[in-house]
């Protein structure tokens, strides 16, 4: 059976609440206060929802270089995704279908989202509206912790998806090449940075907030709107965005920047590429 990509809606999803190939994630998680999320999840959460937390299972332990979260472990979270009952893609093998909600936007929810893409898995939504969105439909949360059987998850890593700072030194001036800024404006600017030692921004990067991917409310915009903020991003080259161009996104710490990337996909200009580390590993070289 084939299911919507990249962006379900909590109708689709309550439909397909119980399919035995849909396994659902909750993504919350609060940079400022970590446990948040995981208290969240506790609280309630959809029915049959597993937690994933950003620090423990979406990113690996913190080094001097590589940005504040680093790409998790492929071993370890193929392990975590297995145990949670996701079947990757194999012959004669229903893969699992996953859909990841947050209550910020996506930033969350859009960082599983990249990751299974990134582990070969397409088989992956976002919820529009995130969990407010759902409760907003009127469908019920739960406390009840689910327990899936253990599936087999086989990454099969498309490491052209990302990028690391060499590879960004060596592209970003390139003709051809697009560097995209995903913070807010003033810290694109350098006028303001809360979290990382260094304000300012990678040199030639233009900048295009994270959050004009959805309204306040959580939903994503029209794809017109997707494809017009992109094509309006460099107005000197129009056709900057084009399927034979390369996007490189990047944000603090590699993690919001996937909604950027969740942007493109919708918009189907270009599968984009993650600077992993992002501001946060690039100004650490200061």
Known sequence: MDYPTPVVSAEWLHHHLNDDHVRVFDCRFALMDPSLGIRQYQSGHIPGAMHLDLNHDLSSPVQPHGGRHPLPDIGMLAETLGRCGVQSQTAGVQPTFVVAYDDSRFAFAARLWWLLRYLGHDQVAVLDGGLQGWQNAGYEVTQA????????????????????????????????????????????????????????????????????????????????????????????????TNDADEIIVYCGSG??????????????????????GSWSDWCSYS
């Open 145 to 240: 912790v689910p327990t899936h059987a253990t599936k087999t998850f086989v990454p099969n890593v498309r490491s052209h998806l990302v990028v690391d700072i060499d590879e960004v030194k060596q592209r970003k001036d390139l003709p051809k090449v697009m560097l995209v800024d995903s913070r807010e404006g003033d810290r694109y600017r350098g006028e303001r940075e809360p979290i990382d030692p260094v304000a300012g921004h990678i040199p030639g990067a233009l900048n295009l907030f994270w959050k004009e991917v959805t309204d306040d409310n959580s939903y994503v915009r029209r794809v017109e709107e997707q494809r017009s903020r992109w094509q309006a991003l460099d107005p000197t080259r129009p056709n900057k």
């Open 255 to 276: 993690v919001t920047a996937c909604v950027n990337l969740l942007s493109l996909e919708l918009a189907k200009i270009s599968s984009g590429k993650l600077y992993s």
